[in-house]
């Protein structure tokens, strides 16, 4: 077995699986990545022309269609290159810092949608504070929580991960991940496994409790309120729900893919899995809130009708 000195590449075998499909994936690939930048790019742009959008809960979208723009970018220049190459090879340090990318974006996702969920939960509990506990300087330390707190945890996970000695090279997907980096290591590493355990469960279980203590809230608030009311909480939560539930769902994909053997499922759909976290968040976001949003929709329409 080689020491961790003599690795300074990664092979990604999972590209090998494509065969004589590659130029398909290619042309699908790209054109998803194309549809998110585009549509995200006019979402950010909405947002930014429309005063009447100036609110906390669109400034908070914009930034997840900003972290949408920012992890696609990150790895879909390099899926698209991969797929047509002959060579699937990765730098140490590239890895590194794909998985970096992967991770904080991931991050950023979550801890958005977490706070979306106390946003509309102040809005509609608390109507009349809202604009009081909304205050600028709450938004800007949401933003802290958002951007530096996750940007440190992932930090130190990379730093644990590494540091580790390495006995081998070849990483069974079409990108870095951490977990599979940590599969190489030659010593035992329960340890790290069990922090990464406990750090992954805390900030489940912290943010899920919050995103589900504000939808039953906001529920029970609901049920209380005029039909009116009912009908504007539904249109403002339905969305930021369906969003929520389609990237649980693509975490769990990912955590699957990541943690299990999936050799014996059909080619076709280990890339689908593999990718689903990578696409179908940033490209579903945008479009569920133009549709379910009646401002975004008018501001939209107002963009592309305008002389």
């Known amino acids: 077995m080689s020491n961790s000195s003599y690795i300074s590449s990664f092979f990604l075998s999972a590209y090998g699986d494509l065969t004589n499909l590659n130029y398909l994936y290619f042309s699908i690939v790209l054109v998803l990545y194309l549809l998110i930048i585009i549509l995200n790019l006019i979402f950010i742009v909405v947002v930014y022309l429309e005063r009447g959008l100036h609110q906390p809960m669109y400034i908070f979208m914009c930034n997840l269609s900003c972290n949408e723009l920012y992890g696609s970018t990150a790895l879909c ?21 794909q998985i970096f990318c992967f991770y904080s974006y991931g991050a950023f996702e979550f801890t958005i949608l977490t706070v979306m969920s106390y946003d509309r939960f102040v809005s509609i509990c608390y109507p009349l504070q ?10 800007c330390t949401l933003f802290v929580l958002i951007y530096v707190y996750n940007t440190f945890k992932v930090i130190i996970t990379l730093s644990l991960s590494s540091s580790l000695q390495l006995c081998g090279n070849i990483i069974e997907k079409m990108y870095c991940d951490n977990y599979s980096v940590v599969k190489l290591a030659c010593t035992d590493t329960t340890s790290l496994n069990i922090y990464y ?9 912290t943010q899920v409790l919050l995103i589900i203590c504000s939808y039953v809230r906001i529920f029970q608030v609901c049920m209380k309120a005029s039909k009116n009311s009912q009908a504007k909480a539904i249109a403002t939560c339905t969305p930021q729900l369906l969003i929520v539930f389609n990237f649980g769902i693509a975490s769990s994909f990912e955590m699957i893919q990541s943690r299990f053997n999936m050799k014996h499922l059909p080619t076709t759909l280990r890339i689908i899995l593999s990718i689903y976290f990578l696409f179908i968040p940033p490209l579903l976001n945008p479009v569920i809130y133009g549709i379910k949003n009646q401002q975004i929709r008018m501001a939209v329409k107002k963009l592309f009708t305008q002389k």
């Open 77 to 97: 220049p390099f899926l698209l290159k991969n797929i047509i190459s002959e060579t699937h090879e990765i730098s140490r340090v590239s890895c590194l810092a």
């Open 197 to 205: 355990l406990i750090n992954l469960a805390i900030t489940l279980c």
């Open 130 to 139: 809202y604009h009081v506990i909304m205050s600028p300087f709450k938004i």
